[in-house]
Every structure is written in structure tokens, then in C-alpha cells.
């Protein structure tokens, strides 16, 4: 069962901002950086946020995350059209002693 | 460029074994963390499995314990994943993924991923 809680559905139409949270406990998001993941239908995972608000290389600046005590958000800034997608939480976990996955939430582009 | 490519999917009963097999290339394969990461069809992300670069770690989910392995044989750039006792609700996508190297926890690379079907 998944351990982070994330809305199943977010919208917005083009140009809107969207956020995108994620609720943990104390054991994961409360001890350790949050990481976000983005997956397009039939396609692999791809790492999007990493340590609750850095950009790996190539991810456009529109993306942003924060954390704030046991919850994370993401942001998308400026919504396109290629931003309907699968999106992700996740953390470490120190009482599971494992990597968590966020219940994940679908954007959709109006 | 860095690839992970998966195999060693396909159909098998309950109770029944498989072998997946992930090959790195790209990249210095012993100086990271490799995991395996699973797919319900339709479902979320739930991570299996994961091995440091020289093999002196393994975690497992509380779902695989017992029943999966994982290994690696760095010589050969390639992280595996023993299933046995398989069961109906392992049927998923199993996706390899590289971890970042450093102090940051996050994986940086996927691979395309291998379909796990169990069924009679």
C-alpha cells in the first residue's frame, strides 16, 4: 500500500499554474528529501525533482518542488500541453526501511 | 548515453519462477545503488528491490521479502532479479533504475521495462 498520498487528479488549461501535493509522516518526508517523477502513458518514469526542489538536467525551470514538516508539493508554472502526465512522490523511508512511492496524480491539460 | 535495458519477462503460473536481467551500459555500473521498481497494470509505482555498486547492500519490500532476490554481476554490467513463488498480484512491469551517485537518494535512470504476467 502506498505510503504518500497524492490527489488522483489535477487540471488546469494552458498558461494556468497547477500544484500537486504529497502527504507522508514522519518517517519519510518528515527525515528525508522528496523526489518527484514524471511518466507518460506507456512510457518509463523520469526522474523530474530531486532533493525537494532541484532540477536534473534538461527538466524545463516551469517544474518546482517544496517541502514543508511531512508534506511536499509540485508545481508546473506556465501548463502545456506535453505536461499531461502520470506524476510521482517519493521518499525514503526510515521506519519501512524502503523507498515510498506518492499514490501518483494525472494532470490533464484542459 | 546512458541505457538499462530489461529481460526476461513473460508469462509464468503461480507459484512459478523468473529471472529478470538488467544491462547497464553508459555508465560506471559498480559505483551505483541499482533497484528494481514495479508496475501494476493501470496502478501505481512500488518500489522492489535494491543493491549497492559493490553488492554489500540489499532492501527488499515487505510484499518481495522472502521471496525475490537481487544480485549483480558487475563484470558483466548487470543487476538481476530472482522471482520465485511467484503470485497473481506480482504480474506488473518491472522497470531497472539507476540510483544518482552522491548524497542525493533519487533514480536518475530508467529503463524501458519488462512485463511480469502470472496466471494459470
Redesign the interface.
Known sequence: Q?VLTQPPSASGTPGQRVTISCSGSSSNIGS??V?W?Q?FPG?????LI??NN?R?SGVPARFSGSKSDTSASLAVSGLQSEDEADY?C?A?DDR?????????TKVSVL | EIQLLESGGGLVQPGGSLRLSCVASGFTFNDHVM?W?RQAPGM????VS?MSGRGGSR????SVKGRFVISRENSKNTVYLQMDSLRVEDTAFY?C?RR?SGT?????N????TLVTVSS
Open positions: 502506498p528525508n528529501t523526489n517523477y511518466q512510457g518509463a518514469p523520469k526522474a530531486y532533493s532541484l536534473p510521482y517519493a525514503w519501512l526501511n524502503a523507498y515510498v512511492f506518492g499514490t501518483g | 533497484t521498481v501505481g509505482l512500488q518500489w535494491e532492501h527488499y519490500a515487505d522497470f533504475a544518482s542525493y537518494y533519487y533514480l536518475d530508467w529503463g524501458q521495462g
